[in-house]
């Protein structure tokens, strides 16, 4: 992300309001950004990160995983930061083309067509609940591994169900706690992390021959 000093002194203005915290800074620099991007301070209590989800997810992107995300509001917020940074490939599940099956969303039938091709992706959940729930029974099942699971969409009809299976798996994960979330919040957690991956990986890989 490009900053202006504006954009500092917005920064600035969050870190007086959010005070002391618990975060590591990796995962205050994530919490911030999504403060940010939504001025909605609840999010310093809602987002959850399991334990070395960061480093999981800087090793995959440094790696050039797969992203796989599930609409296309977050592939584009993501691929402009990922252009300039990992180049990582990004697949979007309502853009996939699929055969029709009743009972799935084209959503979900498109995650669930990815998951499979890509097994150990990065999957980014920002909108739909039918994807989220295609993603975590082929979690339960052990047919997929993924590097990293970020989960934000707006949750009204599962409450924590979901998120609760995934904190029990050994899936690293990043997700929003509770109904809030959005589009916004996804794209604003992922780029967090492109920035704060490249910062940790991008002199080795420019210097690569």
């Known amino acids: 992300m490009e900053w202006h000093i504006t954009d500092a002194q917005s920064l600035s203005i969050i870190d007086q309001e959010v005070g002391e915290h618990s975060f590591s800074p990796a995962e205050y620099e994530i919490v911030r950004r999504v403060i940010y991007e939504t001025a909605d301070f609840d999010y310093r209590n809602l987002i959850r990160f399991s334990d070395r989800a960061l480093q999981a997810g800087a090793a995959a992107l440094a790696a050039r995983s797969t992203i796989v995300v599930d609409v296309p509001m977050v ?16 697949y979007c599940s309502s853009e996939t083309l699929t055969r029709p099956q009743k009972g799935k969303t084209r959503t979900a039938w498109g995650i669930e067509t990815l998951a499979k091709r890509y097994p150990e992706a990065i999957f980014v959940v920002g909108q ?59 794209v604003a957690i992922t780029n967090a992390l492109i920035d704060l991956s490249w910062q940790a990986y991008g002199q080795d890989m420019t210097a690569t021959p």
């Open 75 to 90: 592939q584009v917020g993501v691929v402009s930061n990922l252009q300039k940074t990992f180049a990582n490939p990004v």
């Open 128 to 186: 739909s609940q039918t994807s989220l729930s295609s993603l975590v029974s082929l979690i339960n099942a052990e047919e997929i591994r993924p590097a990293l699971v970020i989960i934000t969409p707006a949750n009204f009809l599962t409450g924590d169900e979901f998120r609760l299976q995934l904190h029990d798996s050994s899936i690293p994960y990043i997700y929003i706690n509770g109904r809030k979330g959005s589009c916004v919040v996804a």
